[in-house]
């Protein structure tokens, strides 16, 4: 079976400039990326509700801040998507991904699943550890988030991911943790209402495991609230998912280390632009750790298709730049589609993402090596060009790395490219290339509608 989803990563309408030293940006004032960037919040909702219309199964969305390169803004994704599941009924909503340590995580776990009570149950949580200094430093500084700090931000991460599955699951739940204490255990709370709710004999927990009775505090005035000794021990957090036991959580995965951990805790992995046989090696890589972990999933479910499970919905998703041209405008397309690419990556390149495209047969590149649009092509990472060449080379990346089921998620954004033109391309993505590839796969996964009809 196949399954289809579009990626947005907030990339600037303004138009592509080479500057004097070659490096691609957007060409724009300030005043005007910031006038870009409000633009680029309305392209997602409006996006978000076509993609559901052309039959697109969910929309992702990823999380970035203070950009004005151009190359991506997305600085609330939930947010963002709430107004789209306002006005969808069957479309899933995903994060690729939030970056979680960049927010504490009971707030997360709260906006999360508030989005998927107002959406009928139809998130899909991307959870990422983020590593861009200019965001992880401004943002992520209290919670102990800096990649620049690898095993800091591991356990970090791993800790925020522990923590939200507790407000998920967990009618009633206490953390103890290295960045976190939950809640803490000096917290004031002699109320009586919460005294007399915990009393009443229907309520699954116990008074005293919620709070600890002391006595009046001696040196203190106030309301009853606080002028006491009695602590409170566990919380409740509200609302709780309409999925059970909770949103499928999602990871973008680049390194073996990463991928392990993933699939050892039930975790499902994006890749985005690696060639097809370091791809191939990367699913295989994950497999073998699921297995050897005993197939962990949320479910309990077992053993799930190489790949990807549309059953289970459990494996990897994978992603490539796309851009169908039309006859007699080849050209063009393909050299405005080429400095796009080449925004994204004088932007992610000096990150070393450039060393993620090598394919397994050539070293890992040199971190200062330009990658260029022929070279994003030319690795089949970037699939621009005829009708029938996506097909191909999309079929091709299913038969290579050896899909079962196949979720595959389009990146139609470029730089330099109007809100209407992306639209253009999901649009005949979804008449020209979806059906022939649905046939290849076995058919499309169909969605059920299960959003909430607001109107009274």
């Given at each position: 079976?196949?399954?289809?989803?579009?990626?947005?990563?907030?990339?600037?309408?303004?138009?592509?400039?080479?500057?004097?030293?070659?490096?691609?940006?957007?060409?724009?004032?300030?005043?005007?990326?910031?006038?870009?960037?409000?633009?680029?919040?309305?392209?997602?909702?409006?996006?978000g509700i076509l993609a559901e219309k052309l039959g697109y199964q969910s929309?992702w969305l990823t999380e970035h801040h203070f950009q004005p390169e151009g190359?991506?803004?997305?600085?609330?994704?939930?947010?963002?998507?709430?107004?789209?599941?306002?006005?969808?009924?069957?479309?899933?909503?995903?994060?690729?991904?939030?970056?979680?340590?960049?927010?504490?995580?009971?707030?997360?776990?709260?906006?999360?699943?508030?989005?998927?009570?107002?959406?009928?149950?139809?998130?899909?949580?991307?959870?990422?550890?983020?590593?861009?200094?200019?965001?992880?430093?401004?943002?992520?500084?209290?919670?102990?988030?800096?990649?620049?700090?690898?095993?800091?931000?591991?356990?970090?991460?791993?800790?925020?991911?522990?923590?939200?599955?507790?407000?998920?699951?967990?009618?009633?739940?206490?953390?103890?943790?290295?960045?976190?204490?939950?809640?803490?255990?000096?917290?004031?709370?002699?109320?009586?209402?919460?005294?007399?709710?915990?009393?009443?004999?229907?309520?699954?927990?116990?008074?005293?495991?919620?709070i600890a009775i002391g006595a009046p505090d001696m040196y203190s005035a106030?309301?009853?609230?606080?002028?006491?000794?009695?602590?409170?021990?566990?919380?409740?957090?509200?609302?709780?998912?309409?999925?059970?036991?909770?949103?499928?959580?999602?990871?973008?995965?680049?390194?073996?280390?990463?991928?392990?951990?993933?699939?050892?805790?039930?975790?499902?992995?994006?890749?985005?632009?690696?060639?097809?046989?370091?791809?191939?090696?990367?699913?295989?890589?994950?497999?073998?750790?699921?297995?050897?972990?005993?197939?962990?999933?949320?479910?309990?479910?077992?053993?799930?298709?190489?790949?990807?499970?549309?059953?289970?919905?459990?494996?990897?998703?994978?992603?490539?730049?796309?851009?169908?041209?039309?006859?007699?405008?080849?050209?063009?397309?393909?050299?405005?589609?080429?400095?796009?690419?080449?925004?994204?990556?004088?932007?992610?390149?000096?990150?070393?993402?450039?060393?993620?495209?090598?394919?397994?047969?050539?070293?890992?590149?040199?971190?200062?090596?330009?990658?260029?649009?022929?070279?994003?092509?030319?690795?089949?990472?970037?699939?621009?060009?005829?009708?029938?060449?996506?097909?191909?080379?999309?079929?091709?990346?299913?038969?290579?790395?050896?899909?079962?089921?196949?979720?595959?998620?389009?990146?139609?954004?470029?730089?330099?490219?109007?809100?209407?033109?992306?639209?253009?391309?999901?649009?005949?993505?979804?008449?020209?290339?979806?059906?022939?590839?649905?046939?290849?796969?076995?058919?499309?996964?169909?969605?059920?509608?299960?959003?909430?009809?607001?109107?009274?």
């Amino acid at each position: 079976m196949f399954e289809i989803g579009v990626f947005h990563n907030g990339a600037s309408h303004l138009p592509v400039v080479i500057t004097k030293d070659g490096v691609a940006v957007n060409d724009g004032s300030l005043a005007e990326v910031h006038a870009a960037a409000q633009q680029v919040l309305v392209n997602q909702v409006r996006q978000g509700i076509l993609a559901e219309k052309l039959g697109y199964q969910s929309f992702w969305l990823t999380e970035h801040h203070f950009q004005p390169e151009g190359a991506e803004m997305s600085p609330n994704p939930l947010f963002t998507q709430m107004a789209i599941a306002a006005q969808t009924k069957r479309i899933r909503l995903g994060q690729c991904a939030n970056i979680v340590v960049w927010h504490h995580p009971v707030r997360l776990a709260e906006q999360i699943a508030q989005l998927d009570v107002i959406s009928g149950g139809r998130v899909e949580c991307g959870m990422g550890r983020g590593y861009q200094p200019r965001e992880n430093e401004t943002l992520g500084r209290p919670y102990g988030s800096t990649i620049q700090d690898q095993e800091r931000n591991r356990k970090a991460f791993e800790e925020v991911v522990s923590i939200v599955r507790k407000c998920w699951t967990e009618p009633s739940f206490v953390h103890r943790g290295e960045n976190f204490s939950i809640p803490p255990s000096y917290t004031k709370w002699n109320h009586k209402q919460t005294i007399a709710y915990f009393q009443m004999d229907k309520v699954e927990r116990r008074l005293e495991d919620i709070i600890a009775i002391g006595a009046p505090d001696m040196y203190s005035a106030g309301n009853p609230v606080q002028a006491t000794t009695t602590t409170l021990k566990e919380l409740q957090v509200f609302p709780q998912p309409v999925q059970k036991p909770h949103p499928q959580i999602w990871e973008p995965l680049t390194s073996g280390r990463s991928i392990k951990w993933a699939a050892e805790h039930g975790i499902n992995g994006v890749f985005i632009v690696e060639p097809n046989d370091r791809m191939k090696r990367n699913i295989d890589l994950y497999y073998e750790a699921a297995e050897k972990a005993g197939w962990p999933d949320m479910l309990n479910r077992g053993k799930f298709k190489y790949g990807w499970d549309a059953q289970k919905r459990r494996g990897i998703m994978t992603s490539r730049y796309i851009h169908v041209t039309t006859p007699g405008k080849e050209k063009q397309a393909l050299d405005r589609a080429a400095r796009a690419m080449e925004l994204q990556f004088d932007y992610y390149g000096p990150f070393g993402f450039g060393a993620v495209v090598a394919r397994l047969d050539e070293p890992m590149f040199d971190l200062n090596r330009k990658v260029t649009a022929d070279m994003l092509r030319e690795r089949e990472i970037a699939i621009q060009g005829s009708k029938q060449f996506v097909i191909d080379k999309i079929m091709k990346m299913k038969q290579e790395i050896g899909y079962d089921d196949f979720h595959f998620l389009g990146w139609f954004e470029l730089g330099g490219f109007e809100g209407r033109e992306i639209e253009d391309q999901m649009q005949l993505f979804a008449e020209e290339v979806m059906p022939v590839i649905a046939a290849e796969c076995g058919g499309k996964v169909e969605l059920p509608a299960c959003g909430i009809n607001y109107v009274a």
